[in-house]
């Protein structure tokens, strides 16, 4: 396996593979969530290139890009054991010559970002779009796969890659849990004991609506009031109910293609976490 933080490298290396490649983009310190990514990439694909970024461009002000782990020595460590072919892992400065407020973004349309997580963090998808989009180009991947963790990121992502004509496969992945429920991420490194215990009641809200509305019931406000009960010690920012398909709001009863979303802040370290559930029966 090659660690490479360089372009010029990057597609040197890409030149003299041979059969498909596949690719995960990652922000890096990973995790079981990641891996799941890169085992099915390493399965589907001759070649896996997975990247580790803290892409700038899609943090806003007073977020954490500064404080976001990194860990290159132990992800390059799971990407090698995993089969992964190149890990590339550039500095800033290669991404964006030192020149990342005058870049050309792609700026998915307002009525997919201006909902959900890109409410509270504008630009966001506009940074991650356009980081995935270079991604795509410098790896010239055939596959690349993405987490339904981020399910608004994958929906724009796919939206992108159809709008655009990107010649590329979106591979939607699971969501991967704790054996508790918690849905795993880079951020809950920051958690204290006692967040770790309040976090979990985000999956146990989503877990308890999916059962709710297979037992019968599907009235939105009612299944909305049982999330913020269970969820009492959380700021939570949004629990929305959305088309899985079309990403539209439903107002009044969920179905069996209605994706809850929820994001929330823990008390101590404000640490936003999201997560989601499909609830087809
Ligand atoms: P990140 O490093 O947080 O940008 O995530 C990189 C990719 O891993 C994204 O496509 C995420 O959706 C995916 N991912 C992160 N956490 C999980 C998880 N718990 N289960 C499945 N995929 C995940």
Known sequence: MKIIDNIKELKEEISKLNGTIGLVPTMGALHNGHKSLIEKAVEENDNVVVSVFVNPIQFGAGEDLDKYPRQLAEDAKLCQDAGVKIVFAPKVSEMYSDNKDNLTLICPPYDAVNKLCGKSRPGHFDGVCSVVAKLFNLTKAKKAYFGQKDAQQLFIIEKMVKD??????????????EDDGLALSSRNKYLTEKERKIALSISKALLNTKKLFNSGINDIKNLTDTCLEIM?????????????NSFEFK???????????????????????????????
């Open 232 to 244: 009492s010690e959380l700021d939570v920012e949004y629990i929305e109910f959305v088309d899985r």
């Open 251 to 281: 107002q009044e009863e969920a179905d069996n293609d209605t994706l809850v979303l929820i994001a929330a802040r823990t008390p101590e370290t404000h640490t936003r976490l999201i997560d989601n559930i499909v609830l087809c029966k």
């Open 164 to 177: 655009l004509n990107f010649d590329i496969d979106i591979i939607p992945c699971p969501i991967v849990r």
